[in-house]
């Protein structure tokens, strides 16, 4: 399964949520926040690479007023398409072409749902180590994030863990968003060219990329910058990801939350743009609305599925890929809710082009990972690659001679046609179409099955190892970082 993935052809079916006039309103009006308001960059390199590019910088507020006009030409240097590369095979390449989605673990929870007991408990390495593998079985995910956090590690090291996790159980492509520190961003930087052979053949072949959070409204994390200009230096794809919330860090409207997290990421953008003109950088979105009655986190709603759909147009603007939160379900457990919530979170993005989606197996807005629910979110995902294909019309799909070979009143179960082509239908793995007689002597339902199939793939998958000379470098490398750091 592992030399499998299932990305989905997004050129047949497209949903426009905003006009070309609409976009370049929000454009222009993240342009005048930008110039006028400023964003916060807590960050002494940052604030010097954009005062030496013509932003007006408030030292003292560490705010950057940065004209539209230099936000524009750094962003011009974006390449539009480039690839996210695997550890080893270059057959689960993923191509950013505009043309496909693929689908990602979401992260960082900090408990899991263990398949075997069913408790809700705080995350480790192994957990880490474990979900890659059941990731790595499945053809629906092309790339991950650590799905939970590795409490168990310190905390000035647990981002290089995560990764040592991810690359002895996984061989597709790895993004993280768990480098906050450039003393973490150059270690990482450090495994990942021990993979890759070097460091030039990891700028040719990027088999780590790198997501960074905003801090909403208008403003940066200063380690996140740091670590995401030596990442950006290097070669590394890297993102910055809007969280923007309606009516709590972003305005109550869509398009006012909209701009504000237009603003977060298209000022960080521009500086990695800055600091290295062409490297590899994407969009990236989970935008939400405040629940009203409460003041939480939804991780589900309407707004969050026009939300998925518009970001992408706005990526398409600016000409680079777009990484969309689209399964990080609010439910608390594999239920109705996630369905009804991963469902429209999922297919929405879909339809206007996204490349990336992001959040499979998480619940309660990525702070639970669930087994069962990752490989429920497989078989959503799974079902929106069947929609995304439309419907094939040609000589052989029309089946006018089978039509009139079987005539008034027959059927087709034994004509050569329905053989050569029955396997072209879906079929699920957890859906349930059996009998209602023998659904109701079983008693088990997709959860059941789904939670079933994680410990056989749990039990019986072994990933393509890494080298038994790098996995031991991987675990040098952390282990100098700590020493240096004082880390036990």
């Not at 970001?311 to 609010?330: E, I, K, Q, R, W």
Request: aromatic letters at 6%.
């Amino acid at each position: 399964m592992s030399q499998r993935i299932l990305p989905i052809d997004t050129t047949h079916l497209r949903l426009q949520v905003l006009s070309p006039d609409d976009v370049q309103r929000i454009h222009q009006a993240t342009l005048d926040l930008i110039e006028n308001v400023g964003v916060r960059f807590p960050s002494e390199r940052a604030l010097d690479i954009l005062h030496d590019h013509g932003a007006t910088v408030d030292r003292e507020k560490q705010i950057a007023r940065i004209p539209g006009h230099v936000v524009e030409e750094a962003m011009s240097k974006a390449p539009p398409e480039y690839t996210l590369c695997a550890r080893e095979n270059p057959d689960l390449d993923l191509p950013l072409d505009g043309r496909h989605a693929y689908l990602a673990i979401d992260g960082t929870g900090i408990e899991v749902l263990d398949p075997y007991t069913g408790e809700k408990r705080v995350s480790s390495k192994q957990d880490v180590a474990n979900a890659m593998r059941v990731a790595d079985y499945m053809e629906e995910i092309a790339l991950v994030w650590p799905p939970v956090s590795a409490q168990d590690c310190p905390a000035e090291t647990r981002g290089l863990h995560e990764l040592e996790a991810i690359w002895n159980n996984y061989a597709k492509h790895v993004q993280t968003e768990t480098l906050v520190t450039v003393h973490e961003m150059e270690a990482a930087i450090e495994m990942a060219a021990a993979i890759a052979g070097g460091r030039d053949e990891l700028r040719r072949r990027p088999l780590l990329s790198i997501m960074q959070c905003t801090i909403s409204p208008l403003a940066q994390d200063g380690g996140s910058i740091d670590a995401s200009l030596v990442a950006a230096e290097a070669g590394l794809p890297v993102a910055f990801m809007t969280m923007a919330s309606c009516g709590f860090s972003g305005p109550a409207s869509l398009a006012g939350s909209l701009v504000v997290g237009n603003a977060e990421v298209i000022s960080a953008l521009a500086l990695m743009e800055m600091a290295a003109p062409g490297c590899p950088v994407y969009y990236a979105a989970a935008q939400t609305a405040m629940d009203p009655r409460t003041g939480a986190y939804t991780g589900g709603g309407p707004e969050d599925y026009l939300f998925g759909a518009a970001t992408n147009h706005l990526a398409d603007f600016y000409h680079v890929p777009l990484s969309m939160g689209a399964f990080a379900t609010g439910s608390k457990q594999p239920d109705w809710q996630a369905a009804f919530d991963n469902v429209f979170a999922g297919f929405m993005p879909v339809l206007t082009g996204s490349d990336l989606l992001q959040g499979a197996g998480m619940l309660y807005g990525s702070r639970i990972f669930s087994y069962e629910q990752l490989l429920l979110d497989c078989e959503i995902y799974s079902a929106i690659h069947a929609v995304a294909q439309g419907i094939p019309v040609n000589d052989e799909t029309l089946a006018l001679d089978v039509i009139k070979d079987v005539g008034v009143g027959g059927n087709f179960i034994a004509h050569k046609h329905t053989r050569e082509h029955i396997a072209d239908l879906w079929q699920p793995r957890f859906i349930d179409r059996r009998p209602y007689s023998a659904w109701e002597a079983d008693g088990k339902g997709p959860r059941e099955w789904a939670n079933e199939k994680a410990r056989w793939i749990l039990e019986n998958h072994q990933p393509t190892p890494l080298d038994p000379k790098l996995s031991a470098e991987l675990s040098r490398i952390i282990a100098s970082v700590e020493r240096d750091l004082g880390v036990s």
